[in-house]
């Protein structure tokens, strides 16, 4: 690996770490995205600070390590879309339940408010007389 | 609850009047035909309860209902129709019910054939009513390429659950005490009509179609708009496909 494609790669994977810790501390990232976006930072040093790691994966594979890196890459974002597939799935399901929830909920207080209502009026009160009318 | 014991109740109330009977309507945007269909069921149908479920309408859907005498849910945002069925089945199973009508509010389906849909379930021979369009000719109303879709979406869910079915779109239906627990629980959300039937099928329930005959929709869009043909159908079939691959649902 050259050096330029070393040192580039060295400043990419800091200002991810960088950029993830940054938002975590601003408590604008959930830990369990945290880890994955660290994990990859990590991983991203450790192939320029070991490129050796890089080749001995490449030649088992039979692939040029720019291709195998390429591979990775895809790989990689492929994973991570149908991680979010999956998230979105369940938050469109939970927002379901929740809607469905809250339906059910404000039915039953409009219900409860009608019977509370009733409840105070009857034993207490007589029934409010009509205005007379003038003939 | 064991499942005996919910199937038999509703069999030894052999009588629609002893049965307490929800009738779900989903409406969206349905304000100009909202009073009619709940005064038709309050008239013709006086033995079930109505429930509107009103799917985030942006018209006057919602008091509508109401002044027409039916209990109204409101969902805050549009769920579509699988959201908004799914609620009615919620309150059914809470409120303890022991069949639940799944009721248009568009005014295509007729109240005074509830009854009808109603029969097998009280004679404990099904779990699910379908009422369907094209049991008998009179009632056969769709165009061309929509019959065509219908077709052959009938024939591969006959195949996939071993049961003839003409009708998988149709949303006139009846469900008992079991089907009820069962919606509350998972209801499909994309194609509701035609995946239920194969949900059903999996959870080992028993399905039953019965003639029924619709009217001409007068007022609103079918939610079920881009049935053209090929491409609705092929949509539907995936998503029954799939429906086949999940595990059965348990309740916890």
């Not at chain 1, 995205?33 to 450790?46: D, F, H, Q, R, S």
């Amino acid at each position: 690996m050259f050096l330029v494609q070393r040192i580039a790669l060295l400043v990419a994977g800091l200002v991810l770490l960088g950029v993830t810790l940054e938002l975590i501390r601003r408590r604008r990232l959930r830990e369990e995205y945290a880890v994955l976006w660290i994990c990859t930072g990590v991983m991203i040093l450790a192939f320029v600070l070991v490129p050796r790691m890089l080749f001995a994966v490449s030649d088992w594979l039979h692939l040029n390590h720019a291709v195998l890196m390429t591979f990775l890459c895809v790989l990689f974002l492929a994973a991570i879309l149908l991680h979010y597939s999956v998230v979105i799935s369940k938050q469109s399901d939970h927002e379901k339940d929740l809607a469905q929830e809250l339906a059910l909920l404000k039915d039953e207080i409009a219900k409860l408010r009608a019977a509370l209502k009733e409840s105070r009026r009857t034993p207490l009160e007589p029934k409010p007389k009509p205005p007379a009318l003038r003939t | 609850m064991p499942n005996g014991a919910e199937g038999k109740s509703a069999e030894q109330k052999a009588n629609p009047a002893e049965c307490r009977a929800l009738t779900i309507v989903p409406a969206y945007n349905e304000a100009e035909s909202i009073e009619r269909v709940v005064r038709d069921l309050r008239r013709r149908a006086p033995w079930v309860d109505i429930l509107v479920v009103n799917d985030g309408s942006r018209d006057a859907t919602g008091p509508r209902a109401r002044e027409a005498g039916a209990m109204v849910m409101d969902l805050p945002v549009n769920l579509g129709i699988g959201g908004a069925v799914q609620t009615g089945y919620r309150y059914a199973h809470a409120q303890d019910y022991d069949m639940a009508f799944q009721f248009d509010g568009d005014g295509q389906h007729r109240a005074s054939q509830l009854a009808d849909l109603a029969r097998p379930l009280l004679a404990g021979e099904a779990d699910l009513v379908v009422g369907s369009r094209f049991l008998q000719p009179r009632g056969m109303t769709a165009s061309g390429v929509r019959w065509a879709g219908i077709k052959i979406l009938s024939r591969v869910i006959s195949v996939l659950i071993g049961q003839k079915i003409t009708d998988p779109t149709s949303g006139f239906r009846a469900a008992g005490r079991r089907a009820i627990r069962l919606f509350a629980h998972e209801y499909p959300q994309d194609y509701p009509e035609p995946e239920s039937l194969v949900l059903v099928h999996k959870q080992g329930l028993a399905l039953r179609e019965v003639p029924a005959t619709i009217r001409r929709r007068r007022q609103g869009a079918s939610s079920i708009q881009p049935l053209h043909g090929i491409h609705y159908m092929s949509k539907v079939l995936l998503a029954v496909v799939m429906d086949l691959l999940k595990s059965p649902v348990r309740f916890g």
